[in-house]
């Protein structure tokens, strides 16, 4: 049974997700501060965590970076901020999802389930993947179309393309694909990634104005749709 752990200090949306995980047979243990999340963490390690940023004895992001300290669980994010920063802040800190109060528990629940069946992947990601008519081989860096044709990438293209491959169906934020491709001090040049997106579409996606597979979620960052 998938254990949860659910931090809000909101107790009305405590009650509510324990009843409705519960009643979709999740193993559910709550918190109401980050301290407690943490201290719950370790003492019983959940196989995916719900958190709220806005908490009454720390910050959100902080409790982020205090479970990624020391464990690669899950984290789905629930909360009022809407603005882009706060969500880049969280997916920065290691959040791998960021759901806006006002929310409907649906899509809250299919949020997990996609988290989920990510997790279950991730333990066993293969060396080659799909992106529409191509095959790309992570092990030996290769791109080739299904008629047996190589397709070439620049060392950066590769770079950006491996990244996001190597975390299938996870939300990589811009500042993050900055930071490792190109480096540190590399934060705000969004154009950049604008760029290579564009060209890794026209060369892997079977219609590049509508990609199925390397999208962009607006403000935030981009993802590998399997």
């Known amino acids: 049974m998938t254990r949860i752990l659910v931090v809000d ?13 519960r009643a979709r047979r999740y193993d559910v243990e709550v918190a109401d501060t980050g301290a407690g999340a943490l201290k719950a963490a370790a003492s019983h390690p959940p ?8 908490l009454p004895d720390m ?15 899950p984290i789905i994010v629930l909360s009022g901020r809407a603005g882009s920063e706060d969500k880049v802040d969280a997916l920065d800190a290691g959040a ?24 279950s992947a991730a333990t066993d990601v293969t060396a080659t993947l799909r992106i529409g008519q191509h095959t790309v081989d ?11 044709t190589e ?9 950006v393309l491996e990244k996001l491959l190597r975390h299938p169906g996870k939300l990589v934020s811009q500042r993050q694909l900055l930071h490792d491709v190109w480096g540190p001090e590399y934060q ?18 079977d219609d ?19």
């Not at 092990?139 to 047996?148: E, K, Q």
């Open 9 to 21: 200090d909101e107790p009305q949306i405590l009650r509510a997700l324990r009843i409705n995980l």
């Open 47 to 54: 196989d995916l965590v719900v958190l709220d940023l806005g």
């Open 59 to 73: 910050d959100g992001v902080e409790v982020i970076r205090g479970l990624r300290g020391w464990t690669t669980v």
């Open 96 to 119: 791998d999802d960021y759901v806006t109060k006002p929310f409907g528990v649906e899509e809250l629940l299919a949020r997990i389930r996609a988290v989920t069946r990510r997790l």
């Open 138 to 148: 992570l092990a030996d860096r290769t791109v080739t179309r299904d008629d047996g």
């Open 151 to 159: 397709v070439k990438l620049t060392p950066i293209q590769w770079a």
């Open 188 to 205: 705000n040049e969004s154009n950049y990634l604008r760029q290579y997106l564009a060209q890794l579409r026209r060369k892997l996606e």
């Open 208 to 226: 590049p104005a509508r990609p199925r597979h390397l999208i962009t979620e607006p403000g935030m960052g981009y993802r590998y749709r399997p």
